[in-house]
């Protein structure tokens, strides 16, 4: 079968989003065509073609992502599609070979995505970059151990007030958080409208935002599903916001349920609970992450305890990667140079991204058999240096 990949031209768009649209059950309208057409970068969005007629898709989106310590560029990775008629005819690997060569030339060193399928992503070299919870429960058992303090006030915005105010407070909110993506202005705006035919049956959204001395430090958005209260998402840079915009939730009058997507795994609202044994907590991994350039992307966080460590690297899908590197790591900075020397760990380029997040440790992987320990202690060595101070989370499903 011969299958060109390419990138797509501006005149091509309006197939390109259609055709995403297809290949995950839906239809695309001209609203979202023209909405999407707005994070349309050239050369990012690619298509691959049978002739002239589009049979998948694959883009990217420049941004920076959370690391211990401080951020590196980022390319988000969105619409990767196959069209139902051309399925298990290897587009995908086609389309991930063609993407992640042009992330590396662009000098994106991470590139991370949202997967439709756990199971796919893991042979083009994504591992879990974060784990997040669904939450819920019953109303009658959302009473605190301790009542809060609460010297703020929490009041109702419009979304137009909405959109001046959010962006400042996610952005100050993820600060320090590894995986985080701060949302584009265009993401936000499509959030804000809040059409209809994407309430699945449920109220236009309300938002509030929690202010102390004039300043906004928290906000949630969360719709009505009759008895059902859904956060649709709530950031705050304060305990006090935190505090004071679960206990305004948890107060809505005629809610049975509070149900919330997309919770941080450090979150601390659990452990501030008369009852936490109420609250149903379902963990799931979320944003996969792939180091694009490991060299460059293991220079670019900081590490917990000062340390040496040899990685060898098992990345056939980008072999630029292939090989052994030796890091010299601490508070202060790293430095990562490639090695013939013998190494302390070995591991596949899937589970390196997803011990660089924090996500997981080494030695948690050495004992399922994933990452080889070659040098005793190396395991727990690099468990010390790859914790990260919060948790991985990334607020932003793109």
């Known amino acids: 079968m011969n299958i060109d990949v390419r990138p797509i031209v501006r005149d091509e768009f309006p197939t390109y989003v259609r055709a995403a649209a297809r290949a995950f059950g839906g239809h695309a309208l001209d609203e979202d065509v023209r909405r999407d057409f707005r994070g349309f970068v050239p050369g990012r969005w690619m298509g691959a073609f049978q002739g002239s007629e589009l049979v998948g898709g694959a883009a990217s989106m420049p941004g920076n992502i959370g690391v211990e310590g ?60 974060s784990f997040h919870e669904q939450w819920r429960i019953p109303r009658p058992f959302t009473a605190f151990l301790r009542p809060a303090a609460n010297p703020g006030s929490v009041e109702f915005v419009s979304p137009d007030d909405a959109a001046a105010l959010f962006p400042e407070v996610f952005r100050n909110a993820i600060r320090g958080r590894p995986a985080a993506i701060e949302r584009p202005r265009t993401k936000w705006e499509a959030i804000l409208a809040d059409p209809e035919r994407r309430r699945r049956g449920g109220s236009a959204a309300f938002h509030v935002v929690y202010r102390s001395g004039g300043a906004a430090e928290g906000y949630a958005s969360y719709r009505i599903h009759e008895s059902t209260l859904r956060v649709l998402e709530m950031m705050s840079t304060s305990g006090a916001a935190h505090a004071a915009l679960w206990q305004y939730l948890f107060g809505v009058d005629l809610m049975n349920v509070i149900e919330a997507r ?19 907590r379902r963990p799931t991994e979320a944003l996969w992450v792939r180091l694009v350039d490991v060299g460059r992307a293991l220079e670019g966080r900081r590490y917990m305890r000062p340390g040496r460590l040899v990685l060898e690297v098992d990345d056939r899908f980008c072999p630029w990667n292939h090989g052994r590197y030796e890091l010299e790591g601490g508070p202060e900075g790293a430095r990562v140079r490639r090695s013939g020397a013998a190494a302390d ?52 499903s793109f």
Request: with cysteine; aromatic share 8%.
């Open 262 to 280: 997309n919770r941080p795994a450090d979150d601390p609202l659990p452990w501030m609970l008369a009852d936490p044994r109420r609250l149903e």
């Open 345 to 396: 760990l070995a591991m596949p380029a899937a589970d390196l991204a997803a011990c660089y997040m924090g996500t997981v440790r080494p030695s948690a992987l050495a004992q399922a058999g994933r990452v080889q320990e070659r040098a005793p202690g190396a395991a727990a060595q690099a468990d010390a240096m790859f914790a990260a101070r919060l948790a991985p989370w990334c607020p932003y």
């Open 70 to 129: 401080g951020a590196l560029p980022v390319a988000a990775v969105v619409d990767v599609t196959v069209q139902p008629t051309h399925t298990r005819r290897g587009i995908m690997t086609r389309m991930m070979d063609h993407q992640l060569r042009d992330v590396y030339e662009r000098g994106e060193p991470v590139a991370a995505l949202w997967a439709s399928e756990s199971i796919i992503y893991k042979r083009f070299g994504y591992g879990p970059g």
